[in-house]
């Protein structure tokens, strides 16, 4: 969802060829249907600064969706996308195809390999090392300790995914994950003393993976797509997503899982008494990997979700529009192109992805609905020659902009995504977690979430548990 290094992507490069039919980790909803061609000067002027993507600096605040959430949908990404060669962003290496093992939400970016095989990350075996437990730098303070990961000696941070630390937020979720396994593994430990180290750790496993999975399917995708999307595809099945394992589909980690980049803020408040908001991508908060220096970059999560009766912010509007600072990213070299939405189009392009038109029609989006964006997005790009189809990442946006999330009450625009954009997004994770044998959606859909007395389970409860 957020800005990623650009790495080598191995494997992905299957998806730059029409006729692959051995995909391995990667897949496509949508392989009979035509690649768009736009050309790419006007792919350019729709995604520059000054063009019809470029917000400005003031804030279009969401009424729904919180701030956490844009972060939160980070860490899933990662979690989704992390082998040790490869990355979403750059194409590379078209014969690493069958190499990876499965996608799964199965926050490998906090247990890495376990604690066999990622020892380094476990100081008991069944504990995960954070910073309080003198692996901070011996410059910090305590309290700046107690709230970053583990680190080496130079500041690099110690954990599953080294792309959770590029920015204080997601840092500081990742060590919020890693505390409230620590914290299960303590209350499983209380109920019963006799569980040796390897039971201990393997229920503890299980316990936080299945809350994280319940949240995802309770919490994070309602919030994003809407509830009655969510039950429509839990009790009507999967129509778009259908593989027999577990694989990430181009539509959505080239289009639909990017509308993130819609919601970023250019600034963010991470404090209760914060009088002035941090650059997303200023020094403060936005310049990770290193280690915490400064009492103003511990993040108040109650200022970011719902926790309690403090005010909490709320995301940019779901739309077509970005802040001014993301369509010319400071830390991208002179030469390349620095806009970030230009830089989704022309990756959507490189990757042979349909129109949003073509894509909604596949999956049987009445054609009033269809009309009613493309108009929408005529009416938004003036000047502009999309008369081939709209590019399916800048589609998608515009059917969250001018239709929106479904909830019970009808639709919300600028709430969440739209019936083409949510479908891609909820079935692909649902996918995900049914596809994996060991999640509760494989071994048992009676479950219910038991560290919290409601049988309910939320990141208020994952950030207070913990």
Not at 180 to 190: D, E, K, P, W
Request: hydrophobic residues 35%.
């Amino acid at each position: 969802m957020a800005h990623h290094g650009m790495k080598p992507q191995h494997g992905i490069m299957a998806m730059c060829e029409k006729d692959n039919h051995n995909e391995g980790r990667f897949g496509r909803l949508f392989s009979g249907l035509p690649a768009l061609y736009t050309k790419p000067s006007e792919l350019k002027k729709l995604g520059a600064q000054g063009g019809p993507m470029d917000g400005g600096k003031a804030r279009n605040d969401s009424q729904t969706i919180p701030m956490g959430m844009v972060f939160l949908g980070q860490f899933i990404d990662h979690d989704i996308t992390l082998d040790t060669t490869s990355r979403l962003d750059k194409v590379n290496d078209p014969n690493a195809i069958f190499n990876f093992r499965t996608p799964a939400l199965d926050l490998d970016c906090v247990y890495g390999l376990g604690p066999e095989a990622s020892n380094f990350l476990f100081k008991d075996g069944v504990s995960l090392l954070t910073g309080k437990d003198g692996t901070a730098l011996a410059s910090q303070s305590q309290n700046h300790r107690d709230n970053d990961v583990a680190r080496t000696s130079t500041g690099t941070a110690i954990i599953g995914d080294p792309r959770n630390d590029e920015n204080r937020v997601i840092a500081q979720l990742q060590l919020a994950f890693i505390n409230f396994h620590n914290h299960v593994v303590a209350h499983l430990q209380a109920a019963d003393p006799s569980l040796n180290h390897g039971a201990l750790y393997e229920k503890a496993n299980e316990e936080v993976r299945w809350h994280y999975h319940w949240m995802i399917l309770n919490e994070f995708l309602p919030t994003m797509i809407g509830a009655p999307l969510v039950q429509e595809i839990m009790s009507e099945g999967r129509q778009l997503f259908t593989p027999h394992k577990g694989q990430i589909p181009i539509e959505f980690s080239a289009a639909a899982y990017r509308f993130g980049h819609s919601l970023a803020p250019q600034k963010l408040k991470v404090r209760k008494a914060q009088t002035h908001d941090f650059e997303l991508f200023g020094g403060t908060l936005g310049f990770g990997f290193q280690p915490i220096s400064d009492d103003k970059q511990i993040i108040e999560w109650e200022v970011l979700f719902n926790i309690d009766a403090t005010p909490f912010q709320t995301t940019d509007k779901l739309d077509t529009k970005m802040p001014t600072d993301l369509l010319a990213l400071p830390f991208i070299p002179a030469g390349s192109e620095n806009s970030l939405a230009t830089r989704n189009l022309l990756r959507g392009q490189s990757f042979l992805l349909p129109s949003g038109e073509k894509a909604s029609q596949a999956a049987g989006i009445d054609q009033t609905i269809i009309d009613k964006v493309t108009a929408h997005v005529k009416g938004n790009t003036a000047g502009i020659d999309l008369s081939n189809g709209t590019p399916l990442w800048y589609y998608i946006l515009a059917e969250a902009e001018c239709i929106g999330r479904k909830d019970a009450g009808g639709n919300k625009p600028g709430e969440g995504l739209g019936p083409l954009g949510g479908r891609i997004v909820g079935e692909t994770l649902i996918g995900l977690l049914e596809l994996d044998t060991t999640s509760f959606l494989s071994v048992d859909r009676n479950w219910i979430p038991n560290l919290t007395n409601n049988g309910d389970f939320t990141m208020k409860d994952l950030l207070t548990f913990s």
